[in-house]
């Protein structure tokens, strides 16, 4: 079983950036496609980003696109999402999460193992 921890939210202005990382322990992720998904208050979860096992494949929700990269480091059992020009809609919490072995990198039934999450707050 594979125990995923989020560091690296925090507040920041609208504009700024933040670097979040997704630290796993367990067990390798290095088999497994990785995701970031966000809930706002009051809205459902919903898909941010996401990875391959390998790091050649990325997958971005539209709003994120050119401003998040999502990026892995199997050497640290690691993943990460740098996020530049945040805006304040993109205030929420953000959950890092495994893929199942075979599933859909965009749906969130298809994450098997979720982090705890970290808050994200942007300011206008």
């Known amino acids: 079983q594979v125990q995923l921890v989020e560091s690296g939210g925090g507040l920041v202005q609208a504009g700024g950036s933040l670097r979040l990382s997704c630290a796993a322990s367990g067990r390798t992720i290095s088999i497994y496609g990785m995701g970031w998904f966000r809930q706002a208050p009051g809205k459902e979860r919903e898909f941010v980003s996401a990875?391959?096992?390998?790091?050649?494949?990325?997958y971005y929700e539209d709003s994120v696109k050119g401003r998040f990269t999502i990026s892995r480091d199997n050497t640290k059992n690691t993943v990460y999402l740098q996020m530049n020009n945040l805006k304040p809609e993109d205030t929420a919490v953000y959950y890092c999460a495994q893929r199942a072995y075979i599933g859909s990198y965009y749906l969130l039934n298809d994450y098997d193992y979720w982090g705890q999450g970290t808050q994200v707050t942007v300011s206008s």
């Open positions: 990875i391959s096992d390998s790091g050649g494949s990325t």
